[in-house]
């Protein structure tokens, strides 16, 4: 069993910045493929951001193109999500996300392609 643990949430104003980590239980970490995905209340959970397990290729949703950074350290097993330039309409409660991914060049987008979640941490914006 993995468990993924995040850290680095809280409450922030409009244009600060917050770092959020992902730190997976176990061995294999660098096998994996990871994502942070954010619930809005009342919303669906939406992908922010997916890495594969080299680290060489991204994704970001359009909403936080330009502003949020997803990287990776597999010495360290951890995963990141620099978020910049916040707006209150990041508010949300973030999700890191991470499966075996076969290929080094594969990130995956969609919730249901990944076996592990964390618990998830509060992130609030103010205006």
């Known amino acids: 069993q993995v468990h993924l643990v995040e850290s680095g949430g809280g409450l922030v104003q409009a244009g600060g910045s917050l770092r959020l980590s992902c730190a997976p239980s176990?061995?294999?970490?660098?096998?994996?493929?990871m994502g942070w995905f954010r619930q809005a209340p009342g919303k669906e959970r939406d992908i922010v951001a997916a890495?594969?397990?080299?680290?060489?290729?991204?994704y970001y949703a359009d909403s936080v193109k330009g502003r949020f950074t997803i990287s990776r350290d597999n010495a360290k097993n951890t995963v990141y999500l620099q978020m910049n330039s916040l707006k209150p309409e990041d508010t949300a409660v973030y999700y890191c996300?991470?499966?075996?991914?076969?290929?080094?060049?594969?990130?995956?987008?969609?919730?249901?392609?990944?076996?592990?979640w964390g618990q998830g941490t509060q992130v609030t914006v103010s205006s």
């Open positions: 890495i594969s397990r080299s680290g060489g290729n991204t």
């Open positions: 996300a991470g499966r075996t991914a076969y290929s080094s060049a594969s990130y995956y987008l969609r919730d249901t392609e990944y076996a592990y």
């Open positions: 176990g061995r294999t970490f660098s096998s994996y493929a």
